[in-house]
């Protein structure tokens, strides 16, 4: 039993050993077909990483001449710009107005450095460059000479032909700098062009957007034009042969492996001027690859790899779910702390503008100590901004967002007036912004932060902004005192606008002027609306707003009511002339200007209040126009037989002149009393010979005319032809037209 076991265990020994030789063959068989798998699929990936990469390189490279070509055509169809290239002489907005379009044009694309603007009939340049101190220079004081090169000799150059050249600048600091120009000019032209544009464009900036990174000691970037380099990126290797080989292949692109194992790839099908030749060293891939080891470990590493990874992604998600609930709570934690801070903070600041203390009081100061703002040290002003066009923005977004939106616009105020020194800046329950500033007699300084808070504000919301400025203090407790002042002094923004800059001085010296009402201009304006004419009405209108509002605002105020008065007393009156309903008790205007915030928008309220009643006006003057009209036509059409009717009869039925009447009844029928009443007299006339056979002489007598011969003449003359003519036409029509009806009849 032991000698078998010995046998056994020898036989399993030999079975081990056999096994374990197999199985070192199979993996090394493996590792061998893997290698040479891994080499051979290594050597494919180089190729076609260098064919890919030069691709990319030829597609960046043509991207950005198209892009130079869509920006000339764009600035060539530009009307600003027209004006520099194509003129002489421009006005100073047109330039100014010119240059900023140019500037726009060199940042929409981060490549461009500069562009130029060449314009031939004053020799200039007009410039958009970081590197010139002057955006109009003449061609000999131009700081880039190397342009004037190119102008002098133009012709040897195409339309967008990528031109590459070293510029040396001084500004803002000395260096040289490698260029690509393109040109666009009117190659057409005889002679040598007069307008020319250029776009620069650095070198280092075009081997950035294509992407070139340097892999490998030996890679290599170039553009050539025939053997000479233009541009390259990174080092050539020592042996450049293969440049030559490129070159002398004879084909627009290509593939090859040179004498040292690297992949060359050329290209000149992207331009008719440069060649594009990359270089990538193969064993570089292939050490970067192989440097982690063999391929049974790497599928090793890979599985292993593959169960660590299952494991992470689990144990990971699982972290980061916590990670990150704990940091919203703390965000949310932090973000509520900051709320309520700065909500106690703003209930301080309110307590502190709204509490009046007596001079001396410290209570002013441990409020605002309170608060965290500065102490007073220094001479103050307190501005009340009050923005137009917010209570609608509020109304329109979430509680929330209108919290964030009164914050935001609270900071915006102290970075617009951080030359000021703010002290604070906070919003009041009436939804307007407070802000301490430090004391400045230099009120341009004010207007000038203002105006910026403005511009801010608009471009981000719908929103106007007037600012209200106090008198200086140098304590605490004058705070109150100065948020009082203002908020009365807001009354004066009804009479100098939404945007004004409202000061302590220019108050006063309105209410130091004596109150004036416009007498001599009302009575213009009351004339003018009694004759019904709109436009001097409206140029009256503004006159006696313009001088209402020059004065205080208490005597604005007294004016505009004694104003209202008048036009409701007048319009009134024109309503009771005209027989009107409605007329002693009008009143219109009194409604139509309560609630309106500003002398523009009162103006517009009572020009419109205006208009109303001119057309009130106009509408009844047509009605009673239309009825007297008619009532005359039924006069003319009841009496026009009776031989002694005239128009006098008709304007004593009517209590009217002859004159008027017949001046009215032209510009409604377009002829005269006169003609109206024998136009009559035809038609009846026209009946009767069509309809009877009255003799002529009874049918003048029927019509009105005492003289049947004169009765001739007046038919002849309106009808053409005379009575007896008239009725035999007539009555052969109808007899011709008897038998077609009888023949009708009969089919």
């Not at 009365?488 to 009804?494: H, N, T």
């Not at 409701?568 to 309503?575: G, K, Q, R, S």
């Not at 037989?641 to 409604?668: M, N, V």
Request: with cysteine.
């Amino acid at each position: 039993m032991r000698k078998r076991g010995d046998e056994n265990a020898r036989v399993n020994s030999h079975r081990f050993v056999v096994l374990s030789v197999c199985l070192v063959l199979t993996f090394a068989l493996i590792v061998g077909f893997a290698y040479y798998l891994f080499t051979g699929i290594v050597e494919y990936q180089a190729a076609q990483f260098a064919l890919t990469t030069n691709a990319m390189l030829v597609k960046n490279v043509q991207s950005v001449q198209s892009a130079a070509k869509s920006l000339f055509d764009q600035m060539t169809l530009d009307g600003p710009l027209a004006k520099l290239l194509y003129y002489r002489n421009r006005e100073p907005g047109e330039l100014l107005t010119g240059l900023r379009q140019l500037n726009a044009y060199r940042r929409s694309n981060p490549l461009i450095d500069s562009i130029y603007l060449y314009n031939g009939l004053n020799d200039t340049y007009f410039i958009s460059s970081d590197h010139s101190t002057q955006a109009e220079q003449t061609r000999r004081l131009m700081f880039d000479q190397g342009v004037n090169d190119l102008l002098s000799d133009l012709r040897a150059y195409d339309n967008l032909e990528p031109i590459v050249r070293d510029v040396t600048v001084a500004y803002p600091k000395m260096e040289t700098i490698t260029y690509v120009t393109f040109l666009r000019y009117n190659a057409l032209a005889k002679g040598d062009p007069d307008n020319v544009m250029i776009i620069n464009i650095r070198a280092d900036a075009l081997f950035q957007y294509l992407g070139a990174t340097e892999a490998a000691e030996d890679a290599a970037i170039l553009f050539m034009q025939d053997s000479n380099v233009l541009l390259s990126a990174f080092s050539l290797p020592e042996d450049t042969r293969f440049l030559d080989r490129a070159i002398a292949a004879g084909r627009e692109r290509g593939t090859y492996i040179d004498a040292e194992g690297a992949v060359v790839c050329y290209d000149k099908s992207f331009s008719p001027y440069w060649w594009l030749i990359s270089r990538t060293d193969i064993d570089q891939i292939k050490m970067a690859m192989q440097a982690g080891g063999n391929l049974t470990r790497v599928q090793l590493l890979l599985v292993l790899l593959l169960v660590m990874v299952l494991l992470s992604i689990r144990l990971l998600s699982k972290w980061l779910r916590l990670f990150r609930e704990r940091t919203e709570a703390l965000r949310q934690a932090e973000s509520e702390r900051k709320r309520l801070a700065q909500q106690q903070r703003r209930q301080l600041l309110l307590r502190l503008i709204n509490t009046r203390t007596t001079p001396g009081d410290p209570a002013a100061a441990a409020l605002l100590e309170s608060a965290g703002a500065a102490p007073i040290t220094c001479a103050r002003q307190l501005v009340l901004l009050v923005p137009d066009g917010l209570e609608s923005l509020l109304q329109s977004v979430g509680l929330s967002q209108a919290d964030a939106l009164l914050t935001a616009i609270s900071a915006l105020a102290e970075e617009a007036f951080a030359s000021l020194s703010p002290g604070f800046a906070l919003h009041t329950e009436k939804h307007r912004f407070v802000i301490l500033v430090e004391y400045t007699p230099d009120i341009d300084a004010l207007r000038r932060a203002t105006a910026l808070l403005r511009e801010k504000a608009a471009s981000r919301w719908p929103v106007a902004m007037a600012a209200v400025v106090s008198a200086p203090f140098d304590a605490a407790d004058g705070i109150a005192e100065a948020y009082a002042w203002a908020q009365e002094a807001m009354a004066y923004l009804q009479l100098m606008g939404k945007d004004a800059l409202i000061t302590q001085e220019e108050i006063a010296a309105r209410e130091a002027q004596p109150a004036v009402y416009p007498e001599t201009t009302v009575r213009g304006l009351t004339a003018a609306l009694m004759q019904l004419d709109a436009q001097e009405t409206e140029r009256r209108l503004s006159d006696v707003l313009a001088a209402l509002s020059g004065g205080s605002y208490r005597a604005f105020q007294i004016g505009l009511s004694q104003l209202l008065a008048t036009l409701d007393e007048v319009i009134a009156t024109l309503y009771q002339n005209n027989g009107m309903p409605g007329a002693a008790s009008f009143g219109g205007l009194w409604y139509a200007v309560s609630g309106q915030q500003s002398v523009a928008d009162i103006h517009r309220a009572l020009s419109a209040g205006i208009d109303e009643a001119f057309r009130n006006v106009e509408a009844r003057h047509d009605a009673r126009r239309d009825g007297l009209f008619q009532a005359v036509s039924d006069c003319i059409e009841a009496r026009h037989s009776q031989p002694d009717f005239s128009q006098a009869d008709i304007a004593e039925a009517f209590g009217l002149s002859i004159a008027h009447l017949s001046r009215e009844y032209k510009k409604w029928c377009g002829v005269t009393l006169s003609d109206g009443i024998q136009a009559a007299r035809m038609a009846h006339a026209v009946r009767l010979l069509t309809e009877t056979a009255l003799p002529v002489g009874q049918v003048a007598k029927e019509v009105g005319f005492l003289d049947p011969q004169y009765f001739y003449r007046v038919f002849k003359k309106a009808m053409g032809t005379t009575p007896n003519q008239y009725r035999q036409m007539k009555r052969g029509a109808a007899l011709d037209q008897a038998p077609k009806e009888e023949e009708d009849e009969r089919d």
